[in-house]
């Protein structure tokens, strides 16, 4: 290299850096394998949803200083400034004497305090800290929303890249079948149609393959999304843990849920908040009691006016004799405002109920669906087996290897459904019941029946796929 000329030599440094940069900036690029729970943080931290409803906890934050501050001291500075068209003068034994001057300045300053006789600054910094309650119960639903989004599409883009190994695994089992359709078919022992068929079939399942794999797109996408993420930001996820099968008490499901979800909770903030409207409306006509202290500054003196200085106390009651009716009908609006809290409370967990049997439904029929997918799954891959030994010793038919190779794809298909809805059946019943420390509690209480055989859809040395058990 150094019998190179100088720009050769430059050039190839430079070639070479960037080869370099553009590999480590591949490298960067990569995706950072995500577990469920490290995406579930991730999501909380940045998707929008999330943080408005944080950012709406700390305005409530903001309630209760503005509530606080209706009963604190207030001290205010009022300055003026009045100019006349003239002097007013009077004539006193015989001279004219200025009454005014032209020019008036003068400054007040005035501290207020007000007296809560009848408790109504109190009852108002107390709805104060039940809206901010009820916020962080809002807050709270939105994390188990956004925790359920995040496991649902996690499982999402998991179900969909083992469909399409799936269907790469059905492409390549029809591309060994056409190889050997036409490997009879040079020996004579078939005809050109099963050839042409075989084809066909292929070509349909390259199809299926390409769908799969915008399946497989669309599902990053729409996690990244979930997760607050570039849409196009790569995605590589953790496979989940096995399965597990658990019997447990739909009562005591309904109960947890009817005692711990934010929804059930805020509703009963709700109902609290609301009798609190109902006394503040009343104490509408009440009283008003304030003592004021005014400290004034004359900048104008006169000779009727002749003191730079002075101060004033007060005690200032003032009550309303007659408001039109207003008093009367925010009672009555706030009473109706109570018996609806009361209806949203019932609604609220009627609701979750329906929630938690839906959820635990859908549970107990995943569990069935795993246990009939693994069993269908296992004589697929078996009659598969036998129809290709069958075949390519020349006693059966094309149609029984395409019968036995649908059959196994579905199989294959129904398994992976089977699973993934498990998972997140699982997911939608620990948001159901209360969360993730809920659900431990009903477990940890309950029967537990078993765990799932856990089969891994991978292709082998020859590309093959295979259904391998995993033992946990």
């Known amino acids: 290299m150094r019998n190179l000329p100088f720009f050769s030599r430059a050039l190839l440094c430079i070639i070479g850096t960037g080869a370099v940069l553009l590999f480590t900036g591949g490298s960067a690029a990569r995706a950072e394998k995500l577990s469920l729970e490290k995406s579930i943080e991730y ?20 309630y209760i ?19 006349l068209d003239r002097a007013a003068t ?3 034994s015989g001279k ?5 001057v032209v020019d008036n300045r003068a400054a007040d300053l005035s501290l207020r305090q007000p007296l809560d006789v009848f408790g109504i600054i109190e009852l108002g910094k107390r709805m104060a800290h039940l809206a901010r309650v009820s916020a962080q119960f809002d807050y709270d639903q939105v994390w188990n929303d956004t925790a359920l989004q995040v496991k649902e599409a996690y499982y999402a883009v998991l179900r969909a890249q083992q469909q399409l190994k799936v269907r790469e ?15 009879h078919h040079s020996a004579g022992t078939i005809a050109k149609f099963d050839v042409l ?10 199809q299926g393959l390409i769908a799969a794999q ?17 849409l196009d930001a790569p995605v590589d996820l953790e496979e989940p843990g096995a399965a ?23 509703a009963d903030t709700q109902v609290e908040l609301s009798d609190k409207m109902i006394d503040i409306a009343k104490r509408g006509s009440k009283p008003r009691v304030d003592l004021l202290w005014t400290y004034n500054r004359n900048l104008s003196v006169t000779i009727f006016n002749p003191r730079p200085t002075s101060w004033r106390a007060f005690l200032i009651a003032s009550m309303p004799l007659y408001d039109g009716g207003r008093t009367k009908a925010a009672v009555q609006q706030a009473e109706c405002d109570a018996e609806n809290a009361k209806s949203g409370r019932e609604q609220a967990i009627l609701a979750v109920t329906l929630d938690v049997k839906q959820s635990y439904l859908s549970l107990n029929e995943g569990r069935e669906r795993i246990l009939a997918a693994e069993k269908g799954l296992e004589q697929a891959r078996e009659s598969m087996r036998l129809a290709q030994v069958r075949y390519r010793g020349g006693v059966s038919t094309q149609v029984e290897v395409m019968d036995a190779r649908a059959a196994l794809t579905l199989a294959e298909t129904n398994y992976v459904n089977a699973l993934y809805d498990y998972h997140i059946a699982t997911a939608r019943l620990e948001r159901a019941v209360g969360g993730k420390t809920q659900m431990a509690k009903l477990i940890e209480h309950g029967p537990t029946v078993g765990q799932a055989n856990r089969w891994r859809l991978d292709a082998d040395d020859n590309g093959r796929v295979r259904a391998r058990r995993v033992v946990q």
């Open 169 to 183: 695994g059905a492409v390549f089992l029809l591309e060994a079948h056409l190889k050997d359709a036409r490997t």
């Open 65 to 83: 200083d503005e509530a606080s501050a209706a009963g604190m001291p207030k001290l205010d500075l009022e300055a003026t400034y009045m100019r």
């Open 96 to 100: 004219t004497v200025e009454l005014n």
């Open 244 to 266: 597990r099968f658990v019997e447990l008490d739909v009562a005591a499901c309904t109960d947890s849920a009817c005692s711990t979800r934010p929804e059930v909770r805020r």
């Open 43 to 62: 999501a909380l931290e940045h998707n929008p949803v999330v943080r408005i409803a944080r950012e709406n906890v700390r305005k409530t934050a903001a």
């Open 197 to 206: 068929r075989a084809e066909t079939e292929l070509a349909n399942a390259r």
């Open 90 to 92: 009077a004539t006193i």
């Open 214 to 230: 915008n399946g497989v797109d669309l599902a990053k996408a729409a996690f990244n999304n979930v997760l607050g993420r570039e």
